[in-house]
């Protein structure tokens, strides 16, 4: 059995890299603007929770007369490339110890971001190797199985024994069902509560990761 993970919303909260990007952006604008850090911080968490991610910037910096094509581009910039402050909670930690290697990482995202925030989750580790899929084009992305490919040539295994524990049912899981693989959903973050088309969810749901551990073991007694 070859475990692979996901790594926002399934290794740890994304919330905590969105809201560690805002208060770079906030602690740049004050520098360069003039606008006080904390309520710029506070507006950007509030924007994110009344409309989304779509225009938070240019939403932000209109009021003070700051929504340039090169201001929103420099706080894009700084939100992407800044170095995060996240915390891997301590029972993920845990769990990522005691399981059978090898372990994988497959991620979707910009390569800088993601790399950032591997390190800064301390994440290199647990892991034999983590494919952060837009390194090989973004036409590898998700459903793309193309990392998954490479993991499986790796291992040289069947594509049944390969588990995908990821979070989006939009992308994570319908191409690997197809293929045999097991999928497991972790129904936390933003995509909890998604119903997802047919076809397109994982054989397995559960509500947190924690409980991955027991349904290996179940897995494991029913075989």
Not at 50 to 57: A, E, L, T, V, Y
């Amino acid at each position: 059995m070859i475990l692979i993970f996901d790594l926002d919303d399934t290794l740890y909260d994304e919330r905590q890299f969105v809201e560690s990007g805002f208060r770079a952006v906030a602690a740049m604008a004050q520098q360069r603007w003039q606008l006080d850090a904390a309520a710029g911080f506070q507006r950007l968490c509030q924007l994110l929770d009344s409309q989304g991610r779509g225009r938070i910037f240019d939403e932000w910096l209109a009021p003070h007369n700051l929504a340039t094509k090169t201001n929103i581009s420099d706080c894009v910039r700084r939100y992407r490339l800044h170095k995060p402050a996240l915390t891997l909670p301590q029972a993920h930690r845990h769990m990522l110890e005691s399981l059978p290697g090898p372990l994988y990482i497959v991620t979707d995202g910009h390569k800088i971001v993601q790399q950032n925030k591997v390190e800064a989750l301390g994440l290199a580790p647990y892991f034999k190797r983590m494919f952060i899929t837009h390194r090989f084009g973004i036409k590898h992305a998700k459903p793309s199985t193309y990392c998954f490919e490479l993991i499986q040539k790796a291992e040289q295994c069947r594509w049944q024994d390969l588990v995908y524990i990821g979070d989006n049912p939009a992308k994570d899981f319908v191409n690997l069902n197809k293929k045999g693989a097991q999928t497991v959903r972790i129904l936390t973050g933003c995509h909890k509560d998604v119903q997802a088309k047919p076809g397109y969810d994982a054989k397995t749901r559960l509500h947190t990761l924690t409980e991955l551990m027991p349904q290996l073991k179940g897995n494991r007694n029913n075989a």
